[in-house]
């Protein structure tokens, strides 16, 4: 028995960070394809990306269709990629100049926000977000 509470110590932290890691790799690939897709001038694609309420806010503000309205929006263009965190259902991505925000829906990473920037005394402002 004591082998098996050895093994299991050890193997737990390895299995725990193979699920971050594949939450990472999945994270990463969502925000690279809304960035690509907003790059392309790609709004439906973009859109496509986007979780219901951030979708809605921006369709409401704008009184206008997502990929219209996307368009519109003055997102930056990412600089290098520094960083993905990924908090259960929530996650960070951090570029040079620019932060998203994803949540995680059944079994697919949505941007909350995009365009982020820190601004004291908030933590973020954000050219794109949803409630």
């Known amino acids: 028995m004591r082998w098996w509470s050895t093994t ?3 193997l737990l ?9 594949g939450q990472e790799d999945a994270v990463r690939e969502r925000a ?9 001038q790609d709004w439906a694609g973009a859109c496509a990306l986007l979780a219901p309420k951030t979708r809605t806010e921006l369709e409401a503000a704008a009184k206008k269709p997502c ?3 996307l368009s519109e929006e003055q997102l ?5 990629l520094d960083r993905v965190d990924v908090f259960g259902t929530m996650a960070e991505v951090r570029y040079q100049g620019e932060t998203l925000f994803l949540t995680r829906f ?3 990473w949505l941007l909350h926000a995009a ?3 820190p601004q004291p005394p908030k933590p973020y402002d954000c050219t794109l ?3």
């Open 76 to 80: 930056p263009e990412p600089g290098a």
């Open 32 to 40: 690279t394809a809304f960035q690509d897709s907003v790059a392309a």
């Open 129 to 131: 977000h949803g409630g």
């Open 106 to 108: 059944a079994d697919r």
């Open 8 to 10: 299991l110590a050890l």
């Open 67 to 69: 990929a219209e309205a």
């Open 115 to 117: 365009g982020c920037t």
């Open 13 to 21: 932290p390895m299995m725990l960070t193979g699920c971050a890691s």
